[in-house]
Nanobody, 116 residues
Framework: QVQLAESGGGLVQAGGSLRLSCAASGSISSIKNMGWYRQAPGKQRELVAVISSVGSINYEDSVKGRFIISRDNAKTTVYPQMNSLKPEDTAVYYC??????????WGQGTQVTVSS
């Protein structure tokens, strides 16, 4: 089992920044991808950004140029630095860890609210 500890959500004004973090612990061998998804009220959960074990990164189009995802050297913690936040970024943000063999773990979610 993998346990995920998320932190960093909160309330911020439009144009501001937040940095989320997700730390994985437990059975952390064979982690392939670490990333963040978000779900706004009434909408489906969507990818925000994901980083692979070799550093390949994918961003959702609306966050390109504003969000930066990174992992620590141990590759057990993932950080999305979210800049130039917009009200439409308001959502619950979920950390997702994928191990080789398509074993997936989700965090409990952290609320990000951007006021206009």
């Amino acid at each position: 089992q993998v346990q995920l500890a998320e932190s960093g959500g909160g309330l911020v004004q439009a144009g501001g920044s937040l940095r989320l973090s997700c730390a994985a612990s437990g059975s952390i061998s064979s982690i392939k991808n670490m990333g963040w998804y978000r779900q706004a009220p009434g909408k489906q959960r969507e990818l925000v950004a994901v980083i692979s074990s070799v550093g390949s990164i994918n961003y959702e189009d609306s966050v390109k140029g504003r969000f930066i995802i990174s992992r620590d050297n141990a590759k057990t913690t993932v950080y999305p630095q979210m800049n130039s936040l917009k009200p439409e970024d308001t959502a619950v943000y979920y950390c997702k860890v994928e191990k080789w063999g398509y074993i997936v773990y989700w965090g409990q979610g952290t609320q990000v609210t951007v006021s206009s």
